[in-house]
């Protein structure tokens, strides 16, 4: 079931694309929206932080909240680089999302584990490995490392879900910011298994460190797409063009 700030988010992102609000005016008040859409003011701030990320947005203090003029050109379907938010939250509702857990377990860090996460050799750490399924087409392979001692808990019926879901909500982390790179590689065992890759198709590999508030890093990754199923844009959410 979708989550209600979810759909406000995506109710406000239909008006905003259908021209429903304009850009010269201010949206209305966090107030006026929970009264029009029957829920609480933090689902709709979450909801509103949605449309920041994705740069539909940005507040002035004591002024309020704005479309940004370049609203209209964002991409509707790419993945928005320098998100906080995981593939569960950045596809619309229309979309099927599906995950197949191809490996999970508790070991060691490696070199470059450790020095990613700030980790000593002996602090154990979760590898994941899930196959991200869009409608029925393989999307992308995540391989990720996270600290046993920041993230607890983990299960498959989590991985099968959210993982930042659980870490936010259950846990009661707070993300900070990210650290991202993109390349472009050949096709990996994996790649040619999961995501039907040719051996001359490349695949685009987001290397990507998730930090928590504080500055402790609690995520290391390597996701790798299909390059005809992905597309990159790239958002500043400081900017008000």
């Known amino acids: ?10 109710e406000l992102r239909k008006r905003i694309q259908q021209g429903y609000y304009s ?8 107030k006026s929206l929970a009264l029009e859409f029957e829920t609480s003011r933090v689902t709709i701030k979450k909801a509103l932080d949605v449309l920041y990320v994705e740069g539909f947005i940005y507040t002035i203090q004591g002024s309020g909240t704005y479309i940004k003029k ?19 939250h950045q596809i619309d509702e229309s979309v ?23 980790l000593k050799p002996e602090n154990p750490v979760y590898e994941i490995k899930r196959l991200r399924i869009l409608n029925a087409k393989p999307y992308s392979i995540e391989y990720t490392i996270i600290p046993v001692e920041i993230v607890s808990g983990l299960t498959t019926d989590i991985l099968n879900h959210s993982v930042y879901d659980y870490i936010q909500n259950e846990l009661g982390l707070v993300f900070g910011g990210n650290r991202q ?9 994996y790649d040619k298994k999961y995501l039907n890759c040719a051996v001359d198709e490349p695949v685009l590999e987001v290397t990507k460190v998730m930090f928590l508030e504080s500055g402790t890093p609690f995520e290391f990754s ?7 199923m992905v597309e990159f844009s790239f958002v500043n959410p400081s900017s008000q063009i």
């Open 1 to 10: 079931m979708l989550a209600k700030y979810k759909k406000v988010a995506n």
């Open 96 to 118: 099927e999302l599906t995950n197949e857990i191809l490996a999970f377990g508790v070991r060691f860090p490696n070199e470059e584990e450790s020095g990613q996460l700030f």
């Open 222 to 228: 390597k996701v790798r797409h299909r390059f005809d």
């Open 70 to 88: 370049n609203a209209f050109q964002l991409s509707e379907s790419g993945v928005k680089i320098g998100q906080n938010m995981g593939l569960t």
């Open 23 to 30: 850009a010269k005016e201010v949206l209305p008040d966090q």
């Open 181 to 189: 790179t993109i390349k472009a590689a050949q096709p990996n065992e």
